[in-house]
C-alpha cells in the first residue's frame, strides 16, 4: 500500500518548457488535488478533481491544465513553464482527511 | 474574503511542557477543520479533525478544541518531546460544496530538549 506517489521529485525547466507532474494514489479515494507549496505562502489549491471524470479550478490555476486519468490518477500539466512557478507541487487524495505524496520540487529557470 | 490565521513566528518550548498552537479565521462557518503536520521536505500528514458540533477531540498526546464563536481553534501537544518539531497546519473546508481544503500557512514548533 503506498498511499499517494508522485514523479518527478526533482525537475529543473527552461522558461517556456512543458511537462507533467504525475500522481497516483491507490486508497480508492474518489477526490484528488493539486497544490503548490511557497515559502510564506501555504498550500494554495490549483486544481481538484472530486470523483473521476471531473475537474475544477481551485485557488491559482492559470498556467495549469490537469487530468483525471482514471479513479487512481491525476496529472498536472504546465504548457509554457514560467519562473513563477518555481514552487513544491504536493498531490493529494482523500475522503475527508487528506493524504500527501511527497511532493515534486520544480524549478523554472 | 475568506482567511486563515496562524501565528507566522516560530514557537519555541522546553520538551515535557505543553505546546499550544492558535488558527484563527474570518468570514466563514466551516464544517469541520483539520490539523496537519509537515516535517521539511515532506508532505503534510493528517493529524486530527474536529467537527462544528464538536468542542474538543483527543488523540494521545494531542488535544484539538474549536469554538466557533470565536472563531478559533487551539491545538495542544502534551509532554512534548523533541521529535514533536515540525511545522503544524490547520486547514477548513471553506466551500463544502467543492469538497477542497484552504490551509494556513503554518507554525513551526521547535521543542528543546
Known amino acids: 500500500n503506498a498511499g499517494v506517489t508522485q514523479t518527478p521529485k526533482f525537475q529543473v525547466l527552461k522558461t517556456g518548457q512543458s511537462m507533467t507532474l504525475q500522481c497516483a494514489q491507490d486508497?480508492?479515494?474518489?477526490?484528488m488535488y493539486w497544490y503548490r507549496q511557497d515559502p510564506g505562502m501555504g498550500l494554495r489549491l490549483i486544481y481538484y478533481s472530486a470523483s473521476e471524470g471531473t475537474t475544477d479550478k481551485g485557488e491559482v490555476p492559470n498556467g495549469y491544465n490537469v487530468s483525471r486519468l482514471n479513479k487512481r490518477e491525476f496529472s498536472l500539466r504546465l504548457e509554457s513553464a514560467a519562473p513563477s512557478q518555481t514552487s513544491v507541487y504536493f498531490c493529494?487524495?482523500?475522503?475527508?482527511?487528506?493524504?500527501f505524496g511527497p511532493g515534486t520540487r520544480l524549478t523554472v529557470t | 474574503s475568506q482567511k486563515i490565521e496562524q501565528n507566522s513566528e516560530a514557537l519555541n518550548i522546553q520538551e515535557g511542557k505543553t505546546a499550544t498552537l492558535t488558527c484563527n479565521y474570518t468570514n466563514y462557518s466551516p464544517a469541520y477543520l483539520q490539523w496537519y503536520r509537515q516535517d521539511p521536505g515532506r508532505g503534510p500528514v493528517f493529524l486530527l479533525l474536529i467537527r462544528e458540533n464538536e468542542k474538543e477531540k483527543r488523540k494521545e498526546r494531542l488535544k484539538v478544541t474549536f469554538d466557533t464563536t470565536l472563531k478559533q481553534s487551539l491545538f495542544h501537544i502534551t509532554a512534548s518531546q523533541p521529535a514533536d518539531s515540525a511545522t503544524y497546519l490547520c486547514?477548513?473546508?471553506?466551500?463544502?460544496?467543492?469538497?477542497?481544503?484552504?490551509f494556513g500557512s503554518g507554525t513551526r514548533l521547535q521543542v528543546q530538549p
Open positions: 486547514a477548513l473546508d471553506l466551500d463544502t460544496g467543492r469538497r477542497a481544503l484552504t
Open positions: 486508497m480508492n479515494h474518489n477526490s
Open positions: 493529494a487524495s482523500s475522503r475527508a482527511e487528506q493524504y
